[in-house]
């Protein structure tokens, strides 16, 4: 055989496997993307939702992931309860664990927390309060605290708090007032003598002049604010789905963290790659100003990792409540096998 038809075989061959796999990889790509909801609220602490929604990282796992937007952390799980949504990401509330509690839902990885150095709630005083000498979140014992409502993230930031000063949520106050707007109201109209608040509301009753931040919940309790969850049936019925959704969102979560979350020496924000284009994201996805959303970004572990010990004591403290079921187990809230921790 000559050397000419030898090469021409070659040729023909290596042209051949091309053409296969080019064919192969088609067919791949045009299989349609398995279906899947997710509830999430129009907040910062979504941001990797957004960004691996909108960046295409669902879509690359073979994902087409709607998300459904609400209005309150309790709609959340509600929503993956009922199989409204698949998966839900948002604050942790006594609601949330009543539902783990009937085995409605559980936790699959983290969402974003209050950690030191990141502004996301803060303790306001009145300027009424802080003259007559409420200077630091300590001496919220025995005043009026405004939350939205008994059950939710802010009455688990009173307890914290009770539990690192050595006094109890009774020694407080709460005036539950359904929403963050009522609660800005009745602190503008001195029903209160404090608040805990978001970054941006926090920041805006100090440009009003209407009261003086106390201090930062990230410094002076870190704790698990949110998480990533499920429906226990679906880890069960469709894990391969659930694997291919935490893929995306720790691929963004990763992402996130490198443009958010760096610090320098001085414990100022180091602007990382792709900063101004995920901030574009988030501001998109929230309806804000980025110069809003930047102001009050929360730290997001790049691996999903949850503070277990906290969820743990979030459950603990519930239970003393009487929010929740003594009888739940608190580990059996969580299932962190597809999350790696």
Same mark, same amino acid.
């Given at each position: ?126 300027? $009424?309060?802080?003259? *007559?000498?409420?200077?630091?979140? =300590?001496?919220?014992? !025995? &005043?009026?605290? +405004?939350?939205?409502? @008994? ?96 893929? $995306?969102?720790?691929? *963004?979560?990763?992402?996130?963290? =490198?443009?958010?979350? !760096? &610090?320098?020496? +001085?414990?100022?924000? @180091? ?71």
């Amino acid at each position: 055989m000559t050397l000419a038809r030898l090469t021409r075989r070659a040729v023909i061959a290596t042209t051949g496997a091309v053409f296969a796999a080019g064919t192969l990889m088609s067919a791949v790509l045009a299989q349609p993307l398995e279906k899947a909801t997710v509830g999430v609220l129009a907040l910062s602490s979504s941001g990797p939702i957004f960004i691996a929604k909108a960046k295409g990282y669902f879509a690359k796992e073979g994902l087409d992931v709607e998300l459904k937007m609400f209005t309150s952390a309790q709609q959340v799980p509600v929503a993956v309860t009922s199989g409204d949504a698949d998966f839900g990401v948002t604050g942790l509330t006594a609601g949330f664990y009543n539902l783990a509690s009937k085995g409605a839902v559980t936790i699959i990885a983290a969402q974003s927390r209050d950690e030191p150095g990141f502004p996301l709630s803060a303790y306001v005083a009145t300027n $009424a309060a802080y003259d *007559a000498g409420l200077k630091a979140p =300590a001496d919220l014992k !025995g &005043k009026r605290v +405004a939350i939205t409502t @008994v059950g939710s993230t802010f009455h688990y930031m009173i307890g914290l708090l009770a539990q690192k000063h050595g006094f109890t949520v009774k020694d407080v106050t709460m005036v539950p007032l359904q929403d963050v707007p009522k609660m800005v109201a009745a602190f503008k109209g001195g029903q209160v003598d404090a608040v805990i608040a978001p970054s941006t509301v926090s920041r805006q009753l100090v440009a009003d002049g209407a009261g003086k931040i106390l201090g930062w919940v990230g410094d002076e309790t870190p704790w698990q604010l949110g998480a990533l969850f499920t429906a226990p049936k679906t880890m069960k019925d469709r894990r391969l789905l659930v694997e291919k959704f935490v893929r $995306a969102y720790k691929t *963004a979560l990763a992402e996130y963290h =490198a443009a958010f979350n !760096g &610090k320098d020496a +001085a414990g100022n924000l @180091v602007k990382g790659p792709g900063y101004d284009e995920l901030l574009g994201i988030i501001a998109d996805a929230t309806k804000q100003k980025p110069d809003i959303v930047a102001a009050g970004l929360p730290y997001v572990d790049p691996q999903a990792r949850l503070l277990v010990d906290d969820v743990i004591n979030q459950v603990k403290f519930w239970q003393s409540e009487g929010q929740v079921d003594k009888a739940l187990d608190p580990k059996s809230v969580m299932d962190l096998s597809i999350a790696g921790q």
